[in-house]
């Protein structure tokens, strides 16, 4: 069983669509980061959160540490938006500074 | 932000040859570094966590000495796959971190290794 969940595993969206990619995880966590990989492989730290919530232009990230839960959102979606988005959290105590990473949502955005 | 540069970003090369790929922080010291592994469609899979001036801890089924890391200073660590085989063809991505910005996670640009 995979420590960090996320789903959906593929989203298809029209240009201008609201999205929200959800993350779940049952490790005890010092932060939890959202990660953007691009075609050619290269990932951008989009997020790191370790409560409440974060904006950065059209993305919103939030996190509920009572439920183990995050949502990655997306305002006014665009085709550049298209990627593969990662749920990450970092351990803490034994594991910190490990990451243990969700299997990524492939998101493909129309024109 | 900080940056980290991985190099080469793609290598092709003959089974049974060693490659190396090298992971730089610019600026800033890495103190711990990691490297992972990913395959098409597949989550990142924790290989080792290396450690400036210390032998790299290894994650379980992953070998060590197939997978040679080396974090000799606090801005470079190397990962040297040897004697490659084609099973080895995969995208191999290092993170960085250390002292202030140990939680944050800066990547490399990841190296696509294929083994002919």
């Known amino acids: 069983k995979n420590e960090v969940e996320q789903s959906p595993q593929n989203l298809t969206a029209q240009e201008g669509e609201f999205i929200t990619i959800n993350c779940s995880y049952s490790?005890?966590?010092?932060?939890l980061h959202w990660l953007q990989q691009h075609p050619g492989g290269g990932i951008v730290s989009l997020f790191m959160l370790s409560s409440g919530k974060k904006k950065h232009g059209r993305l919103i990230a939030t996190i509920n540490i009572q439920e183990k839960h995050s949502s990655l959102h997306i305002t006014a979606s665009h085709p550049r938006d298209s990627a593969v988005y990662i749920c990450a959290v970092r351990g803490r105590g034994s594991t910190l500074g490990r990451l243990y990473f969700g299997r990524g949502t492939q998101l493909t955005v129309w024109p | 932000g900080a940056v980290v540069s991985q190099h080469p970003s793609r290598v092709i090369c003959k089974s049974g040859t060693s490659v190396k790929i090298e992971c730089r922080s610019l600026?800033?010291?890495?103190?711990?570094m990691f490297w992972y592994r990913q395959f098409p469609k597949q989550s990142l899979m924790l290989m080792a966590t290396?450690?400036?001036?210390?032998?790299?801890?290894?994650e379980q089924g992953v070998e060590k000495d197939k997978f040679l890391i080396n974090h000799a200073s606090l801005t470079l660590s190397t990962l040297t796959v040897t004697s490659a085989h084609p099973e080895d063809s995969s995208f191999y991505i290092c993170?960085?971190?250390?002292?202030?910005?140990?939680?944050?996670?800066?990547f490399g640009q990841g190296t696509r290794l294929t083994v002919v």
């Open positions: 490790v005890g966590i010092s932060a």
């Open positions: 993170s960085a971190g250390g002292g202030a910005l140990f939680a944050e996670a800066f």
């Open positions: 600026d800033f010291q890495a103190t711990t």
């Open positions: 290396s450690n400036e001036g210390s032998k790299a801890t290894y």
